[in-house]
């Protein structure tokens, strides 16, 4: 139990420290508990900094990336668990390879095509290279899942002159949800939390995601750090995440751990 | 054959949008970084592509801030994998023992590994301040150190905080999947040993060790490219400094071609990490699981 309160010490520091005023956020040492109350640092958030529009981007960029992520790796992945099996290891490897490139491969080719492209500073910029970026790991753990959704199925719906697209729709898709919940869950995490291509693919103020802005946040101010809109912005950043967390953590362990269970 | 062209054209239809996304972010970027390290491009040329040769290559064999920045990576990578492989193998053990509460403290593991980096290090950031950090506020409590440390300003407090941090953020993932991984053990193996008098020693060589490996390698793949990878930790906290003291090679990579505008050297700098990332797990690959399809 000391390890849950050692995940959790940090985080709770910066909620505490969030609702300090400005006067005990400068006392030094810093007090452990809060002895003011007060939710400036929050306003300060939206009214001093575009909180919103960051808060409006990362939703937008990373629930666009989930969802196509997700649409196109089931679709491969429905095709690919019906394939013959020597097909399915070849592309299951390849994807491996390709999962394990390193950003900071891609980050500066992909600006380059986000800059032709003319989507700097647009959602689209980061929306598509985020739903590629985790594909592999989409395919992956879809592949897995409709494996084991029964042949059976596919051959009536068949002889009652389904078309193939037709039976993913109606058949496959509905017995594929908790998978396919998992996959949308964890490329949304992952798209809501990464940094170099945000960083680099968004340069106005007006376009950058929430991960980002917290991160540049005391780069913003010249002479000071400011401590309480840093606690604040953690606080705003991270809570969708731990919500998700605690709703949902069955299915994002079950997406983590897919590639060992599946041995 | 009429037959047959449509069908496999239908079938390619499947494959068509998951393709072009992997072709556009992934086959292309790599090939266009190939392209890259051959060539000069930067502001010197004037952004204009001039055939290079090997010349880049050659550069990297001499640039000491490369060397350096490969050799931090490595530490980095080497000190907080083992660290978090130890942490999570040791609690995923301890927690599977638990009749109750396994699920409240995987949520609790779960939530440092969902977060941002980014953000993490802002956390880490503040605590290891040297003013109003709580860090420095406890142990001059405790009166371990009689004036405050500037953790981040010196290069080993500053590589030592890098650590903790990402320790703090990664360790959950190994628990996890070695908790999975245990999970799936069959307790019969266990009382079979208990009958032949075997000890708790015994039970983890012979049964816990054995089915834990593919997770073990799982895990440790997972992590050591990633840490390998590091970027958002370093960036945030200490930018690599000081004086280039926590420089990792995604970071140089990323200054070349974002702040020096050095896009053909950027490509071989990349170009060469790749190649030692994949030096690494390979070995890795044939080390593990080799001896675990032996031990079959």
Known sequence: ?263 | MSIIVPKRMREILWFAPASLLVVLIFVYPILRTLILSFLNLNLETGFQAHFAGLGNFARLLADSRFHSSLKITALFTIVSVVLEFLLGLLLALAVEKLKKGRRTARTFLLIPWTLPTAIIAVLWMWIFNDQYGVINAILLKIGIVDSPLAWLGRPQTAMSTIIMADVWKAFPFVFIVLLAGLQGIPKEMYEAIEIDGGTAWHKFRYVTLPYLLPFIFLALIFRIVQAFAVFDLVYVLTGGGPGGATETVSVYGYYTYMRYLDFGYGGALVVAIVLVLALTAWALYSLLLRKYEMGR
């Open chain 1, 1 to 263: 139990m000391i390890c849950c309160a050692v995940a959790a010490a940090p985080l709770a520091w910066y909620g505490l420290s969030s609702v300090k005023d400005s006067l005990e956020l400068a006392q030094v040492p810093p007090s452990l508990l809060p002895s003011s109350f007060t939710l400036d640092n929050y306003a300060g958030l939206f009214l001093r900094r575009p909180f919103a529009a960051y808060y409006l981007n990362s939703i937008v960029i990373a629930a666009l990336a989930a969802l196509l992520c997700t649409s196109c790796a089931s679709l491969a992945a429905y095709r690919l668990a019906r394939a013959p099996k020597r097909f399915r290891s070849r592309v299951a490897s390849f994807l491996l390879i390709l999962a394990f490139f390193p950003p900071i491969v891609l980050v500066f080719p992909v600006y380059e095509l986000v800059r032709f492209a003319g989507l700097v500073n647009q959602p689209w910029g980061l929306i598509i290279p985020y739903a590629a970026l985790n594909l592999p790991f989409a395919v992956w753990l879809l592949t897995g899942y409709m494996e084991q959704i029964p042949y059976e199925l596919e051959e009536a719906a068949a002889i009652d002159g389904l078309t193939a697209f037709d039976t993913y729709r109606k058949i496959i898709m509905p017995l594929a949800i908790p998978a396919l919940t998992t996959a949308f869950l964890l490329v949304f995490i992952f798209s809501w939390n990464e940094f170099m291509f945000a960083l680099t693919f968004m340069n106005l103020e007006s376009s950058r995601t929430v991960t980002v802005g917290v991160a540049t946040l005391s780069g913003a101010f010249a002479y000071e750090i400011p401590w309480g809109l840093l606690a604040a912005g953690i606080v705003v950043s991270t809570a969708p995440l731990i919500a998700a967390v605690a709703v949902f953590q069955k299915r994002i362990v079950a997406g983590l751990t897919a590639g060992g269970v599946k041995d």
